[in-house]
Structure formats: structure tokens, C-alpha cells
């Protein structure tokens, strides 16, 4: 390689100093490390002359390029970072490695990993993008505000409106948001929209250490008079206000270089996390116009246009138009952003920062200047002129300031190339000059390019200025969009912004490429083997959920969405925060989603949308499983799941291999049998069922549904006791085999059951002979049975006096004294039982209290089968416990509206949910269930519901849970 030899680290730090104790002193700082490599390597010594000298970039970027490749490469198991709090004071432990005893500098990585923008026309990075790409050019030239400013002649680029706030969603009362500083305001939504295009948690990130670094100029509103004026009149509080909103601890700046302000921000930011001394970054800037007498004064310096338009580099540009806005971008080390499972938009690979120093004039720009400085960003990033797809340029359409700044590009990139002419433009054609926000207007510009892989065509622009000779500098400014092409790797595109303060104080920055990949899926219609994908959309208002849903559906209208699948968009959407106005829409194809849109737009209704509002009790609340007793079953029931839920087809199977050695037959032939000759023998029934709800139980927790509780109604507390682990899996199977089969031996045909709606006491004057009460459901849900004559005679005087009675579809009176007479067989069968402290609390269906678990041997489930059930005294046990969420888990609600009538008596704004529904499709009826329990609070994990994606990839939505507010 160039005829350089590679050399090991013991090579290389051979002659490190080494303590008493035996420990190497490792070079405070890279260059310190770049002297002793160089020192230590006889053979690299005559080319140190190359890095000491800028006068050849090409070959100094090559030579440290060479150099990185020389480092010793080890796997991480060979590699231990090096602490320094034991090793080496005040030397981050994130900024070197060990290796073999000898210490490297570390290359940590910056990514861009979430935009936001306010920019004019365009108040999201879609909009902002399809205005750049747009045919003719996109362009936001407009009146200032009139609410601003008495005079209607006073043109610039302006941000509307730029006072609307949403202070509610930021806990600020309309008497502190009335006194801040609009820029406050506006970088509060714009840091919130960053961290939410990121796919990224506020909590997550806020447990690490965040820096904000926001670029603004140091003009102060007018005092307001009151006490919050301090905090909301002076502009260093725009980066201190975000900081304390989101409760991050690392630095807190507010940086003014002019119109370089937002890149110095960067550059700064940049630093602080190659560092490590920040894992995360809010970078960005900001820029109101707030009077003319500001761009008065610019405009006596001739860098106003007259004919408003702004034309770079152009032969006919007279000066740019002023402009306002802000943005933000969202900076993650590597491991940041990996533990995270942040997007990853580009890559931050070097920056540079500089002066224009001792030349003719404080406000002149100067090429040798800007030259040198681009050079060191090159150097900083390690990569050749060849590597740049484009450049982002300062760009103000002023003679001076282009011809300079075209001059410099040229001697420091453009003469260099050898792949062809340099690409340049500046999105000040398309949206003016934001002054301080200018640099970071150019940077997303950069980074919306690099991860489209096309740089937007020049607004503006027919031929250059006298003053420029573009052939010569070898530049090109193209008018059409580019794709952009790496010629020296073929794969890796590299993007740079320049940006210049009016003083002197100048930036660059480079960007690289991520590996974007493409979608996995058809944007038409979801995976063949998944029934539906769920949408889950949320918002603090009412309003704010209305404005989701439109800019949800504006976003699949559009040519970005027409390329969406549904399952990226699904995952999308659950990287955001979840707030209490929440709706879910399941959809199978494009226009279901559309429709659904539409009805949460609306407010209207729709099947396929599960809409609801949580509260701090619902959302932070208890859930209780509820498993009913026989009545749920249904042919067909779970034999979707089987096929749909690899977590419900395994919990089967294992219940397969519990039940199937104590039957005649094959719980899973059961359920895949489509005839309804098992639905009328109990000792099939109830193992079934048992086994169905189990699983179910299993399926829930996998989607993150903790239960706090159990509740079994007759023999569903047997699966009730499985999951709370007060009986095993086998143990259960016993119990529920034994009890249906002795049902199915001694009790069959020689009873009834009928359901009667009223009162216990009502119910109770009524009883004939041979008629007990055998469930107490709900205050007016009461189950008799007894001999099958009284009970048919007790029906029809229930339907002469129109009382609403129904007969149960059972030959049996379970619950009564006719259970006595297997008593002896139960006891004996279940003797072996082995009942066990459970893991969480059980009510019990027999007291109706919390049962103490390990009690419950043969003789408990003895008189789980004779006792009445108490249903409703256990509804209320649990309600009185503080208990919030009561969830039936089973293939059919059977006790939901019972549980409902208890806790309407008892005033309880609880929440009851079902799981399946009879003859419904079961994953998508899952989906709605879950749906159901998400609008209440519950975090369901919808991860385990949707594919996973054939490629990894990442979408972007212009979704913003902020509308206007009080103020």
C-alpha cells in the first residue's frame, strides 16, 4: 500500500512511558498519538512532511486514509476500554482503547438520527424536501405577518404564524407562554419533532447525557414586565428551556457566530460527543425577523435583493431575501443510536471551524481563508475530493460573497477532482436567508440528500456571475436534481455544508451516507399470511389526534407514502410516544387505512377503528384475567391462532402434552375438527377450553399484557390457577379432566341450568323444589339448576311474567346438591394435587375474597364443582383492591357484562376487555382486542403482532402530536 508497511500497536507504542505499577501512559491527545505512531514507524517518517503542510490535500487525505487501515484490528473480546478513573485521570473512557497493553484513539461515530423544521412553506422535512425537489423549483416568498408589523411593503420569507403554541403540551401555563421569547417556543416543537422523527422515547434518551447546542443571535425581546421575563425575554434560555423540559443534564448553549450560528452549533456538538462527554446531541437554529430595522441595516450594505429573489451564484443575483425559521437535528454516537434503534438519516464524518483572520475588511469575505478551512474538514474526515457528491454552499447571491466562496471551493475541492465537476447549490434560492437558522437549513438540506440519494436542482439559476468561471474551478451548479454517485468508492456519498459569519466566523461540515435500504413489503396490501396491521396514533387532545390522522393520510397521499408498506408504517408509528387520546386502526389494505384516517379525522365512526382516552388511573392501573366457565365454545374456535401465533400453536402443544395421556382422543384433531359432534360432550368441552384459555393467557403475555390478578369463573379457575402458578400445567390438566369426566359419568342428563336476569333476592322468592342458585354473576346475572323438570317449569313461569330467562345448554346441574354424589371419586382422583403459593393474587370464585393458593387441594376443587359460584363478590373483591382493568380471557365474552354490572353498582370506572368472538377470524380479532386494551392505557407490545420486515428498514412520517394551543 503505497509502500508503507503495517505495524502492530506494540510497534507503534514501543517506547510508551510505563508507571511504577506497570500501567501505560497513554498520550493525552490525537496528535500527541500521531507524533509517537509517526516517531515509532522509520518507514512512514518521510512522508510526516505530507501532514505538515495543508499545501495538498489530496495526498494528505490519502496518507491518513493509509494510516487508519495500519491500525491493529481486534475483535471486541481482544479490546477492553480504558477507565479513567483508574488509569488515567480527566481521559474519557469512551475516547481510547486498550489493546494489548497499549492504548488508540477510538473513532466514535455521529449519526443524524431525526430532523424537524420550520421552515417557510414547508413546516415539516417531507414538506421542506418536495418543495426542493419540485419541478419548477420550489419557492416560499411571502408578505411578513401583518400581526408583526404596521407596513404591508416589508418583503421577506416568513414562517406562518409563527405565535401559534401548543403551551398545554409543554405543562406551560398561557401566562409564561405569552412572556417567552417566540424562539423558545418554536425550538420546544421543533426539539420534540426531532427526538419523535428519531422513532426515539423521550424517557430513553433522557437517561443518558444529552448536550442541546442551538444556534441564535443575542437579541433579547422587550422586558415583559412580569417575573418570567428574565426566562423568557433572554435568548440564552431557547437552549436552557429544552434542556429543562426533557430533564437533560449534559450542556445547555445558546451559540452566536452570525449568520454561521446553527453550523457552529453543529461543529461544537460534533466535538462534544466525538469526545464522549455526550451520547446525544439537539442541535439546531433559529431565527425570527421581529422588526425591519434589522434588514435595514443589512439592506444599506447592498446585500438585500431589490427584486426578491435570491439567485446564488447567478449572473443576474442583486443580494438574497431575508428569511425566518428554525430546525433541528438529532445527533446519536453509533452506540447511541444502536441501543436505541434509531434511523439512521447520515453520517457527521468531519467539521471544521475557522476565521477569515487580518484581511481588508471585518465583514469582507476571504477565499485563502474558507480554502484552508474546507481543507481541514477533508482532513478531519479522512476522505478525498473525489468522495464529494455535492456541496451545500453559503451561497447569499451577493457578488462578492459568491465569487469567494465559488473561488475557494475550486482551489480547495474543485481543481483537485479528477471525477468530474464539483456539484454546489444553496437552498437559500428556495427559502432566503434565516440568518442564524441558515446553516442548519443547508445541513438538512445535506442530510434529506443524502438519504433520498439525490441533490435538489438550483432554483434561479441560468449562468454564472462574470466573476466566477466555473469551468475553470471545475463546478457545476445544475438547475435538475442529481443523482448522486460516490466515483471513488461507487457506494458511499458524501455530502458538505458551508456557512459563513458576516465577522468572519466560518464552518464546514461533511456528511456521508447511510446504508438506506429499501422496503421489504408491497405498499398495496400487508404480508398474505397477516389478516391486518395495526396503526396506532396518538395525540394530548382531541384536536392534536385529528391533525395526526390528516397528516397521516396527506403522508400515504403523497409519493413518498404511495411506496409505504403497510407494516414499516405500522412500526413507524409505534416508535412514537403514546399519549392519552389514542386510536388504533386495523387495516388489510391501502384504502382501509385511508378510510380509517378518515374517521379519526372526522371524529366519525368506523369498524376497523378502536378509538378511547386513558387516564392517569386506567393508564398506570391493575389488570385482572378473568377465565368464564363453559358457554364460550364454538367450533373453529383458535384454529386461526394455531396457524397465525407461534406462541398460541406452542402453548397448545404443550397442553397437547398434558391432556392427551389422561384422554381417548387428541386435543389438537379437537380443535382442528370442524364438525360439531364434540361441542355436546362436557368431558371434551372443558379440556379444550381449559387448554384455549391457557394459551390465550400465554399469547397475551407476549404482547406485554402483565396480569396483576386471576379470576376464573367454575372451571375456568382451574386455568386461572395455572397461570397464576399456583398449580402446574399438569396438575391443571388433572384437575379439569377429572372433574368434566366425572361430570360427563354421574351427572349428565340428570339436570339443567338456566341464566335468569334479576336480583338474587327476586330470584330467590321464585325458587321451586328441586331449584338451587348456582352462580351469583352480577347484581342482576343469577344461574340456577337443579332436577331438569323444575327447572323447565321455572323458565315458563319466568316467560309468562316476562322475566328475560334462558335455558344454558347443559344436562347437568353443576353447583348444586346433585354434585354430592361424586364427591368420593373427585377427592380420590385429585388426591395427588399439589397446590402452591401462586406468583400473583387469585380470587377465588368460591369465598369470593383472595384465596391463599396452597389450599387449594381435592377437597377445594371439590367444592369449586358444588358450591354457587360468587362471581360477583370476588368482581367486587378486586374492584375494592384497586384493580382497574378486568380482561375475559376466552373465545367468547361470556362475563363481561356481568363484571360491568358489578362495578356500575359499586361506582368503579373500571375497564373490561374480551379476547375472542364467536365465528370471528382470531388474529384479527387479537389485533382488535389488543386495540381495545391499548386506547385504555395498557402498553401492548405490537412488535409481536406485526411481520418482521424482510429488510431492515426505516420510513419517514410527518406526524406532530402539537396543534395550536391557548396562546
Not at 481521559?91 to 466514535?108: E, K, M, N
Not at 439546531?284 to 430595522?293: A, I, K, N, P
Not at 479522512?382 to 451545500?392: A, C, K, R, T, V
Not at 393520510?553 to 392519552?580: K, T, W
Request: glycine share 10%.
Amino acid at each position: 500500500m503505497d509502500g508503507l508497511t503495517a505495524y502492530s500497536a506494540d510497534d507503534i507504542f514501543e517506547n510508551s512511558s510505563t508507571s511504577s505499577a506497570g500501567v501505560v501512559s497513554p498520550p493525552r491527545t490525537w496528535r500527541e498519538i500521531r507524533k509517537q505512531w509517526l516517531d515509532q514507524s522509520p518507514q512512514l517518517i518521510r512522508d510526516k512532511q505530507l501532514i505538515d503542510h495543508d499545501s495538498d490535500i489530496t495526498q494528505h487525505s490519502r496518507f491518513w486514509r493509509n494510516l487508519k487501515e495500519l491500525q491493529p484490528r481486534k475483535t471486541p473480546s481482544q479490546c477492553d476500554y480504558f477507565s479513567s478513573q483508574s488509569r488515567f485521570q480527566g481521559l474519557s473512557d469512551r475516547s481510547y482503547i486498550q489493546v494489548g497493553g497499549r492504548f488508540c484513539l477510538s473513532a466514535v461515530k455521529v449519526h443524524v438520527v431525526g430532523l424537524s423544521c420550520r421552515f417557510p412553506g414547508a413546516d415539516t422535512p417531507g414538506k421542506f424536501w418536495r418543495m426542493l425537489v419540485a419541478k419548477e423549483g420550489g419557492s416560499s416568498l411571502s408578505n411578513g405577518a401583518v400581526s408583526r408589523f404596521d407596513r404591508d411593503d416589508f418583503r421577506f420569507n416568513c414562517i406562518e404564524p409563527a405565535d401559534w403554541f401548543d403551551n398545554s403540551f409543554f405543562n406551560l401555563s398561557l401566562r409564561e407562554a405569552a412572556v417567552m421569547d417566540p424562539r423558545q417556543r418554536i425550538m420546544l416543537e421543533l426539539a420534540w419533532e426531532a427526538i419523535e422523527d428519531a422513532g426515539v422515547s423521550p424517557s430513553v434518551i433522557s437517561s443518558s447525557r444529552v448536550g442541546v447546542f442551538i444556534g441564535s443571535l443575542g437579541d433579547s425581546i422587550k422586558d415583559a414586565g412580569s417575573d418570567s421575563s428574565i426566562s423568557g425575554s433572554s435568548s440564552s434560555f431557547i437552549a436552557n428551556r429544552i434542556s429543562h423540559f426533557f430533564g437533560f443534564d449534559g450542556p445547555s448553549v445558546v451559540v452566536d457566530t452570525g449568520q454561521s450560528s446553527s453550523l457552529a452549533a453543529m461543529h461544537l456538538s460534533y466535538r462534544e460527543l466525538r469526545s464522549g462527554d455526550i451520547d446525544i446531541a439537539i442541535v439546531g437554529g433559529v431565527h425570527l425577523v421581529r422588526s425591519h430595522d434589522r434588514i435595514r441595516d443589512l439592506g444599506r450594505l447592498g446585500v438585500i435583493s431589490a427584486g426578491s429573489e435570491c439567485r446564488p451564484f447567478d449572473e443576474q443575483a442583486d443580494g438574497f431575501v431575508p428569511g425566518e425559521g428554525g430546525g433541528v437535528v438529532l445527533l446519536m454516537t453509533s452506540s447511541s443510536m444502536e441501543s436505541a434503534s434509531a434511523k439512521n438519516y447520515a453520517e457527521i464524518c468531519g467539521t471544521a471551524a475557522g476565521g477569515n483572520g487580518a484581511n481588508f475588511g471585518i465583514i469582507a469575505p476571504d477565499a485563502n481563508a474558507q480554502a484552508k478551512l474546507i481543507q481541514r474538514a477533508l482532513a478531519d474526515a479522512e476522505i478525498l475530493p473525489d468522495d464529494i457528491g455535492f456541496i451545500e454552499a453559503h451561497g447569499t447571491a451577493t457578488a462578492q460573497g459568491d465569487a469567494t466562496e465559488a473561488t475557494a471551493l475550486g482551489d480547495a475541492i474543485g481543481s483537485r477532482r479528477t471525477a468530474g465537476p464539483l456539484v454546489i447549490g444553496s437552498v437559500k434560492a428556495n427559502i432566503g436567508h434565516l440568518d442564524a437558522a441558515a446553516g442548519i437549513a443547508g445541513a438538512i438540506k445535506a442530510v434529506l440528500s443524502l438519504w433520498h440519494q439525490r441533490f435538489p436542482g438550483n432554483r434561479n439559476f441560468t449562468s454564472s456571475s462574470d466573476l466566477i468561471d466555473l469551468s475553470g474551478l471545475n463546478i457545476t451548479i445544475p438547475t435538475d436534481t442529481t443523482e448522486l454517485i460516490n466515483h471513488h468508492s461507487g457506494s458511499h456519498s458524501y455530502g458538505r455544508v458551508s456557512s459563513f459569519g458576516l465577522g468572519g466566523a466560518n464552518f464546514h461540515v461533511i456528511l456521508g451516507s447511510s446504508q438506506k435500504i429499501e422496503p421489504g413489503y408491497s405498499a398495496e396490501s400487508v404480508p398474505h399470511d397477516f389478516i391486518a396491521v395495526p396503526w396506532v396514533v396518538s395525540a394530548r387532545s382531541v384536536a392534536a389526534l385529528s391533525g395526526q390522522a390528516r397528516l397521516l393520510r396527506e403522508f400515504l397521499l403523497s409519493e413518498a407514502g404511495a411506496d409505504a408498506d403497510a407494516v414499516s408504517v405500522g412500526r413507524e408509528l409505534l416508535r412514537r410516544s403514546r399519549f392519552e387520546h389514542r386510536a388504533v386502526i386495523i387495516g388489510a389494505d391501502r384504502q382501509s387505512f385511508l378510510d380509517g384516517l378518515d374517521a379519526v379525522a372526522s371524529g366519525g365512526q368506523a369498524a376497523h377503528v378502536i378509538r378511547g382516552v386513558t387516564t392517569g388511573a386506567s393508564e398506570g392501573g391493575k389488570t385482572v384475567l378473568v377465565f368464564p366457565g363453559q358457554g364460550a365454545q364454538w367450533i373453529g374456535m383458535g384454529k386461526e391462532l394455531m396457524a397465525w401465533s407461534p406462541v398460541f400453536a406452542s402453548a397448545m402443544a404443550e397442553c397437547a402434552g398434558a391432556i392427551d395421556p389422561l384422554v381417548q382422543w387428541s386435543l389438537l384433531e379437537v380443535l382442528s375438527d370442524d364438525s360439531s359432534d364434540w361441542l355436546g360432550r362436557v368431558e371434551i368441552v372443558q379440556p379444550v377450553s381449559f387448554a384455549v384459555m391457557v394459551s390465550l393467557a400465554r399469547v397475551w403475555q407476549s404482547l406485554g399484557v402483565v396480569a396483576d390478578a386471576v379470576m376464573g369463573h367454575s372451571q375456568g379457575e382451574v386455568a386461572a390457577a395455572v397461570v397464576a402458578g399456583a398449580l402446574s400445567l399438569a396438575d391443571g390438566a388433572r384437575i379439569v379432566v377429572a372433574r368434566s369426566a366425572l361430570i360427563a359419568q354421574g351427572l349428565a342428563g340428570n339436570g339443567a341450568m338456566a341464566s335468569v336476569s334479576l336480583p338474587l333476592a327476586a330470584v330467590a322468592t321464585r325458587l321451586g323444589a328441586g331449584v338451587e342458585i348456582a352462580a351469583v354473576n352480577g347484581p342482576a346475572s343469577i344461574v340456577v339448576a337443579g332436577e331438569t323438570t323444575a327447572v323447565a317449569k321455572l323458565l315458563a313461569e319466568h316467560e309468562r311474567d316476562e322475566v328475560q330467562a334462558r335455558s344454558i345448554a347443559v344436562d347437568y346441574a353443576s353447583h348444586t346438591a346433585q354434585v354430592e354424589s361424586v364427591r368420593d371419586a373427585l377427592l380420590e382422583a385429585l388426591g395427588a394435587v399439589d397446590a402452591q403459593p401462586s406468583r400473583i393474587p387469585l380470587y377465588s370464585t368460591v369465598t369470593g375474597q383472595k384465596l391463599a393458593t396452597e389450599t387449594m387441594d381435592a377437597r377445594y376443587w371439590f367444592w369449586n364443582l358444588r358450591k354457587p359460584v360468587q362471581l360477583q363478590r370476588a368482581t367486587e373483591a378486586v374492584l375494592d383492591d384497586g384493580f382497574t382493568r378486568l380482561l375475559e380471557v376466552s373465545t367468547h365474552p361470556v362475563l363481561t357484562i356481568a363484571m360491568q354490572d358489578t362495578a356500575d353498582a359499586v361506582g368503579s370506572p373500571v375497564r373490561i376487555a374480551s379476547t375472542l368472538r364467536r365465528g370471528e377470524d382470531g388474529s384479527r380479532r387479537l389485533i382488535l382486542a389488543s386495540a381495545a386494551l391499548e386506547v385504555t392505557g395498557v402498553g401492548i407490545d405490537w412488535e409481536a403482532l406485526l411481520p418482521t420486515a424482510a429488510h431492515g428498514c426505516r420510513i419517514r412520517l410527518n406526524t406532530d402530536p402539537l396543534v395550536p394551543g391557548e396562546y
